[in-house]
């Protein structure tokens, strides 16, 4: 009986091993593509943009059917100025709401590739994307400045809750959360990229962004599944927990209040609009479709984590 038992204890760590084993392959084998990939195609946002070129009169800072507002009673009364000021204003609040999450998941990689071999493809594509997410971070930030708008970024409180959140997170729940914020605005700005209406620099701006965060997406969505197959019962529903929490927050810091008064508008009348308008809640269901089927299909949806899932709109 104690042979047969240290038998199957020998047979369960050699399976393992295999596994981990296999993992690894499949972890070295796409970062190597996605390296290859940065190598083909990257941007340098300093020389790749027109800094200096001035803004064209009568186009919107985003794709209008992304503003908050579009399509309530108060968008339809206000003025064409409002609503260009507006989607500049909401423009420059989502990507200080990209920037604060990329500072995140910079601190997050960081951790991650700290205890790896750095001569490794999967840690050497991991320092290209905190690279690429620098060159993002300062892009996002000089677009705002370029269309004259304040530095919005989520309130305080969030932020400092950010600072618990890539304290504690790893594995499934740091890349799992990674996408909430990856996939919404690679969403909205496959949109903008393509939209006549809008300035070049937002169009551009996203182009960059796009093209680049494909290959993120990517390293996120296998991590994720990688390492949520390996997690317990107990840590799956840990994981769902927090990543509830996360994308919550994510989403609905995506519009900061403020930008409402900039756009000359009444704020308590323009929340209220906000938060009853189906039509910007139907978008973000659409921007975070793909990330809540991925999740799903890893078992990282479920539980208690549905109910902010729903308050978030992405459900």
């Not at 930008?259 to 609009?273: I, N, Q, S, T």
Request: charged share 30%; proline share 3%; hydrophobic share 40%.
């Amino acid at each position: 009986m104690t042979l047969t038992r240290t038998n199957r204890a020998r047979d369960t760590h050699a399976a393992a091993a295999t596994s981990d084993n296999t993992h690894d392959a499949e972890r070295q084998e796409t970062a190597q593509r996605l390296l290859e990939s940065s190598a083909r195609l990257s941007y340098d946002p300093a020389l790749e943009i027109d800094w200096d070129a001035p803004m064209l009169e009568g186009r919107y800072g985003m794709t209008p059917e992304w503003c908050s507002l579009y399509g309530t009673d108060l968008w339809e009364r206000m003025t064409e100025e409002q609503r260009i000021t507006l989607t500049n204003h909401e423009a420059a609040s989502i990507a200080g709401t990209g920037i604060w999450f990329e500072m995140i998941l910079m601190q997050m990689l960081v951790r991650d590739l700290y205890r790896r071999d750095p001569s490794t493809p999967y840690v050497q594509f991991g320092l290209t994307e905190i690279a690429d997410e620098c060159r993002h971070s300062v892009m996002f930030a000089r677009s705002a400045q370029r269309f004259g708008v304040p530095s919005y970024r989520p309130k305080r409180w969030i932020r400092e809750g950010g600072r618990i959140f890539k304290a504690v997170a790893n594995g499934a729940l740091a890349y799992g959360g990674t996408l909430f914020a990856e996939e919404i605005l690679d969403m909205m700005q496959r949109d903008f990229m393509r939209d006549e209406r809008v300035q070049p620099l937002t169009r551009t701006v996203s182009h960059i962004h796009v093209v680049e965060e494909s290959r993120h997406i990517r390293y996120a969505r296998e991590e994720t599944r990688r390492r949520a197959g390996r997690a317990t019962r107990l840590e799956r529903a840990w994981i769902r927990l927090h990543l509830g929490v996360s994308a919550y927050f994510v989403v609905t810091s995506l519009v900061n209040d403020r930008v409402y008064a900039a756009a000359g508008l009444d704020v308590a009348e323009a929340k209220a609009a906000a938060r009853e308008n189906t039509h910007y809640q139907d978008r973000l269901r659409l921007g975070t479709r793909r990330t809540i089927e991925f999740l799903d299909e890893v078992g990282l949806v479920g539980g208690p984590s549905t109910l902010l899932l729903r308050k978030a709109h992405v459900l």
